[in-house]
């Protein structure tokens, strides 16, 4: 799989950078959707996403640019701003987003959590347009297999051209069964706060076991050989879910 997808002279445009794209397309269309049934309105949720969208990247960005500064950047800064090339932590720009939208929220007055629960199926659905384009820019792979579902890259890319996993597949398609389960159940919770951490619990408990098959990172990144840095955040973000549960289940705004 070639990560490019056309060359128009300099210009090179690579799948990620497609993907990337459209997945923000379809969460904002998916924000404005839902944003017609809510209090909040069309208007305050299309710059919802703008602020989310500047703050994911630059945390998502910001988190890749320190796991990989020896690595990558130290001796090439340029390549610091290049996210079309991929390099984009999720987690990073999740909590980023996060506490610039509850920022904004404070700042303009908008409920919080009817904020929260309106993006949050919108969340995996661009997550999972991301995924996919992780898989065709030949990042975020998974363990070397022998299986049928090996994907192969192009040459050199890696080691002895072996077969892996196609942990990016796994993971966008894991993401779009959050988010029909989340659409299902909206309706039944009985406060405002309880969707968007059933989000954080399922996709903290679904990445925690997912981050066992990659096999991207290097051996000085792992916990005791096996943990990933993803599965740190992870073991804070699941008790986090359940706190916000608990909250919003006793404290929160009554739909």
Not at 110 to 116: C, D, N, R
Request: with cysteine; hydrophobic share 50%.
């Amino acid at each position: 799989m070639n990560p490019v997808a056309l060359e128009l002279g300099p210009l090179t445009i690579r799948w990620y950078g497609i993907f990337f794209a459209l997945g923000f397309l379809a969460g904002y269309q998916m924000l404005q959707w839902r944003a017609k049934k809510s209090r909040i309105g069309a208007d305050a949720a299309a710059n919802l996403m703008f602020v989310g969208i500047i703050a994911g990247v630059a945390g998502a960005r910001a988190l890749y640019v320190i796991q990989n500064w020896e690595s990558q950047f130290r001796g090439n800064l340029s390549e610091i701003f290049r996210i079309d090339h991929g390099g984009l932590v999720f987690y990073g720009g999740f909590i980023a987003a996060s506490l610039a939208l509850v920022c904004w929220c404070l700042w303009k007055k908008l409920p919080l959590g009817e904020a929260a629960d309106l993006i949050a199926p919108a969340l995996p659905l661009a997550h999972a347009f991301g995924r996919i384009g992780c898989l065709l820019n030949g990042c975020c792979y998974g363990r070397v297999t022998g299986g049928p579902l090996g994907w192969h890259y192009p040459h050199g890319l890696i080691a002895n051209d072996a077969a892996v996993l196609p942990t990016q597949l796994f993971e966008a398609l894991a993401n779009l069964g959050i988010m029909a389960v989340l659409l299902l159940v909206e309706r039944r919770l009985p406060r405002r706060g309880q969707l968007i951490a059933l989000y954080v619990l399922f996709y903290a408990g679904m990445r925690f076991g997912m981050e066992f098959l990659r096999g991207d990172y290097p051996a000085d990144q792992l916990f005791l050989g096996v943990f990933t840095p993803a599965q740190y955040v992870c073991l804070f973000l699941f008790p986090a879910g359940i706190a916000l549960w608990f909250f919003t289940s006793r404290r929160g705004e009554m739909k």
